[in-house]
């Protein structure tokens, strides 16, 4: 488990998002004792939430997709680079975390992370050296990267003998797609890739192989999930021979794929390697935790239709993420202007979308939408509603958006706050972008 209290110790003052001016400095870990409520107007706006409930449920959720399974899971820590979320997902039993960069691998490090698998090739030398010296340092430290060409396989297997590693440097051997982003593109490329690695043992160790099938987008779902159950096969293909070749390392084989939409269809298909040696089926949904309110949802209910048995997991997974603001202005009758703006929320996939509002004096509890409300743009700070001309909402009322893709949010605050029911605010999270 992970080592938290240099994060609970952090002093956090009105430089951060949602503390109110003036407020003297305290640790992180005194957030929640402030009594501060977010609908009472404790605190300024915008704010993004992080609903305790919500958050229980998906973790919840998960737990009891992997025991139906099969697989484990190493979820993507990129998504909240947020080391209190990466505790709650190792409590919950993950593997490990996944990682796509350095910087995000040295803050895993920083707070005690034992494990991790960078979904991304390694060519940096100093990167290389800073990991060979990690794992020189702390013998329990686990560490996987990427290979998928013999260029690469050269700069590790140098990188690893300048610096007199004891222990070898255990890597994955990628699979890609043709026209997306790295991976071997061909099995005789994967072949030559696979041999390269052996060649250099016991410096490097061939540990598995690994692809990622998120970016797969046909005009149908059909035609989509028809791709992807395609490249699993590749993928399939690759491990059986590299088995036949005698080039897996010791230990388990490990097969890995599994982005946030299709984990799925790999928890169902990688098992079926048809390997003699056992293996290891890692997914690696980083953003179930959260969910979102919009893109997710809609994933969520593909994900059904290919697979209706997760409808007997129980209720799907929750929006946890909100960002609340105030209505700045109506300045026409189909027009509401909220204090929120490309600067707090994702908008690359699809933009905010209003789903709860609260008038102080008026509601005891946050009311739904009514239909009619959506966002057509985003200014850095202004999010511009289109409204039904007899829409409710008024100068200072507040409304909560839901956000599509949570990615791309959680790299916008440094701290969001942890609420209950009631929107209490019960403790923060911290991220390290």
């Given at each position: 488990?992970?080592?938290?209290?240099?994060?609970?110790?952090?002093?956090?003052?009105?430089?951060?998002?949602?503390?109110?001016?003036?407020?003297?400095?305290?640790?992180?870990?005194?957030?929640?004792?402030?009594?501060?409520?977010?609908?009472?107007?404790?605190?300024?706006?915008?704010?993004?939430?992080?609903?305790?409930?919500?958050?229980?449920?998906?973790?919840?959720?998960?737990?009891?997709?992997?025991?139906?399974?099969?697989?484990?899971?190493?979820?993507?820590?990129?998504?909240?680079?947020?080391?209190?979320?990466?505790?709650?997902?190792?409590?919950?039993?993950?593997?490990?975390?996944?990682?796509?960069?350095?910087?995000?691998?040295?803050?895993?490090?920083?707070?005690?992370?034992?494990?991790?698998?960078?979904?991304?090739?390694?060519?940096?030398?100093?990167?290389?050296?800073?990991?060979?010296?990690?794992?020189?340092?702390?013998?329990?430290?686990?560490?996987?990267?990427?290979?998928?060409?013999?260029?690469?396989?050269?700069?590790?297997?140098?990188?690893?003998?300048?610096?007199?590693?004891?222990?070898p440097l255990e890597v994955l051997?990628?699979?890609?797609?043709?026209?997306?982003?790295?991976?071997?593109?061909?099995?005789?490329?994967?072949?030559?890739?696979?041999?390269?690695?052996?060649?250099?043992?016991?410096?490097?160790?061939?540990?598995?192989?690994?692809?990622?099938?998120?970016?797969?987008?046909?005009?149908?779902?059909?035609e989509s999930a028809a791709k992807?159950?395609?490249?699993?096969?590749?993928?399939?293909?690759?491990?059986?021979?590299?088995?036949?070749?005698?080039?897996?390392?010791?230990?388990?084989?490990?097969?890995?794929?599994?982005?946030?939409?299709?984990?799925?269809?790999?928890?169902?298909?990688?098992?079926?390697?048809?390997?003699?040696?056992?293996?290891?089926?890692?997914?690696?949904?980083?953003?179930?935790?959260?969910?979102?309110?919009?893109?997710?949802?809609?994933?969520?209910?593909?994900?059904?239709?290919?697979?209706?048995?997760?409808?007997?997991?129980?209720?799907?997974?929750k929006a946890a993420l909100e960002?609340?603001?105030?209505?700045?202005?109506?300045?026409?009758?189909?027009?509401?202007?909220?204090?929120?703006?490309?600067?707090?929320?994702?908008?690359?996939?699809?933009?905010?979308?209003?789903?709860?509002?609260?008038?102080?004096?008026?509601?005891?509890?946050?009311?739904?939408?009514?239909?009619?409300?959506?966002?057509?743009?985003?200014?850095?700070?202004?999010?511009?509603?289109?409204?039904?001309?007899?829409?409710?909402?008024?100068?200072?009322?507040?409304?909560?958006?839901?956000?599509?893709?949570?990615?791309?949010?959680?790299?916008?605050?440094?701290?969001?706050?942890?609420?209950?029911?009631?929107?209490?605010?019960?403790?923060?999270?911290?991220?390290?972008?």
């Amino acid at each position: 488990m992970l080592t938290l209290t240099a994060i609970n110790d952090l002093p956090i003052d009105d430089r951060y998002k949602g503390i109110p001016g003036g407020a003297p400095a305290f640790p992180l870990k005194e957030l929640g004792t402030r009594g501060w409520n977010v609908l009472r107007g404790d605190v300024p706006l915008p704010l993004a939430v992080l609903k305790e409930s919500a958050l229980a449920h998906n973790r919840r959720w998960m737990q009891r997709f992997l025991a139906a399974s099969g697989a484990q899971f190493a979820p993507h820590g990129k998504t909240t680079m947020a080391p209190q979320l990466f505790q709650m997902q190792l409590e919950d039993g993950a593997w490990g975390i996944t990682l796509a960069t350095m910087q995000q691998v040295q803050v895993a490090r920083l707070f005690g992370c034992k494990r991790i698998l960078l979904a991304n090739e390694l060519v940096d030398a100093r990167a290389i050296e800073c990991i060979v010296n990690e794992l020189a340092r702390d013998p329990s430290f686990e560490f996987l990267c990427l290979v998928d060409s013999v260029a690469g396989v050269e700069t590790l297997a140098a990188a690893v003998k300048r610096h007199g590693s004891s222990r070898p440097l255990e890597v994955l051997l990628e699979g890609g797609i043709a026209g997306g982003r790295t991976g071997c593109r061909s099995i005789g490329e994967a072949h030559e890739v696979a041999l390269a690695v052996g060649r250099h043992s016991p410096v490097l160790a061939l540990r598995g192989v690994e692809g990622f099938e998120g970016i797969i987008a046909e005009p149908t779902p059909q035609e989509s999930a028809a791709k992807v159950k395609r490249f699993l096969g590749f993928l399939l293909e690759i491990a059986s021979w590299c088995e036949e070749a005698g080039l897996f390392a010791p230990g388990k084989v490990i097969i890995s794929a599994g982005g946030s939409e299709y984990f799925d269809l790999v928890a169902d298909i990688l098992p079926k390697s048809g390997l003699t040696r056992e293996t290891q089926i890692i997914i690696r949904s980083g953003c179930y935790l959260t969910h979102d309110s919009d893109l997710f949802m809609d994933l969520q209910r593909k994900l059904e239709e290919r697979t209706p048995s997760a409808k007997d997991l129980g209720a799907p997974p929750k929006a946890a993420l909100e960002i609340w603001s105030h209505v700045l202005s109506r300045p026409e009758p189909t027009r509401a202007i909220l204090g929120l703006g490309k600067r707090d929320a994702s908008h690359e996939s699809r933009l905010p979308l209003p789903v709860l509002w609260f008038r102080p004096g008026l509601h005891k509890v946050p009311q739904p939408m009514p239909l009619g409300h959506t966002t057509f743009k985003l200014h850095d700070q202004h999010a511009l509603l289109n409204v039904p001309e007899d829409s409710p909402l008024q100068i200072g009322d507040l409304v909560a958006c839901g956000i599509s893709h949570p990615c791309t949010t959680f790299d916008k605050w440094r701290l969001l706050a942890m609420v209950d029911e009631r929107y209490n605010i019960t403790g923060g999270v911290h991220t390290f972008f």
